[in-house]
T-cell receptor, first 117, second 113 residues
Framework: AQTVTQSQPEMSVQEAETVTLSCTYD???????LFWYKQPPSRQMILVIR??????QNATENRFSVNFQKAAKSFSLKISDSQLGDAAMYFC??????????????FGTGTRLQVFP | GAGVSQTPSNKVTEKGKYVELRCDPI?????LYWYRQSLGQGPEFLIY????????DSGLPNDRFFAVRPEGSVSTLKIQRTERGDSAVYLC???????????FGPGTRLTVL
């Protein structure tokens, strides 16, 4: 079974600085997807960034980028130029890409990010 | 159109009661997922619908939990004989097709007294 581990329960960063959130996962599959979701106090999970395992190039979305290390099974999220609105819980998630899978997301336990002015 | 909506936003019930939680997916989305998020944890998968049928219900914790999606759109999660351990946020997500990105609703916070 696949697992996702986020070893940092809490992180903090000053506004305009850069912060990196860690995520590792365990799988025997070769084809899969990885995601970072943001969950503000409103509870709604918002997709931040998505990475296909078959792509070597790291995904980037504006101030958000990932460092995907397939061999090490590591998928960290870098937030540049942090803003107060980035404060939230961040969840790393895994999804199989096989033909007969159900596409359910497997989540880590989350990292709470605080942003200080 | 609008995003995924869930009602009620909050539900407080007594132990042993029956509850229904509703999810309205994004129009046209064929895949629908239910997850449960306990305090301090990440969401855990409960059940997945493709159209009207439950394609995977392996995450339902026991037979007190049941979900339906009779017309392939709105889904209802039903919990019988609620227990205090059922207290959690229940999240619904939908996607256009199963392999697409899942979009989440705001969740229903269920509290069982």
């Amino acid at each position: 079974a696949q697992t996702v581990t986020q070893s940092q329960p809490e992180m903090s960063v000053q506004e305009a600085e850069t912060v990196t959130l860690s995520c590792t996962y365990d799988t025997s599959e070769s084809d899969y997807y990885l995601f970072w979701y943001k969950q503000p106090p409103s509870r709604q999970m918002i997709l931040v960034i998505r990475q296909e395992a078959y792509k070597q190039q790291n995904a980037t979305e504006n101030r958000f980028s990932v460092n995907f290390q397939k061999a090490a099974k590591s998928f960290s999220l870098k937030i540049s130029d942090s803003q107060l609105g980035d404060a939230a819980m961040y969840f790393c998630a895994y999804r199989s890409a096989g033909l007969y899978n159900t596409d359910k997301l497997i989540f880590g336990t989350g990292t709470r990010l605080q942003v200080f002015p | 159109g609008a995003g995924v909506s869930q009602t009620p936003s909050n539900k407080v019930t007594e132990k042993g009661k029956y509850v229904e939680l509703r999810c309205d997916p994004i129009s046209g989305h064929t895949a629908l997922y239910w997850y449960r998020q306990s305090l301090g944890q990440g969401p855990e998968f409960l059940i997945y619908f493709q159209g009207t049928g439950a394609a995977d219900d392996s995450g339902l914790p026991n037979d007190r939990f049941f979900a339906v999606r009779p017309e392939g759109s709105v889904s209802t999660l039903k919990i019988q004989r609620t227990e205090r351990g059922d207290s959690a946020v229940y999240l619904c997500a939908s996607s256009e097709v199963a392999i697409d990105t899942q979009y989440f609703g705001p969740g229903t916070r269920l509290t069982v007294l």
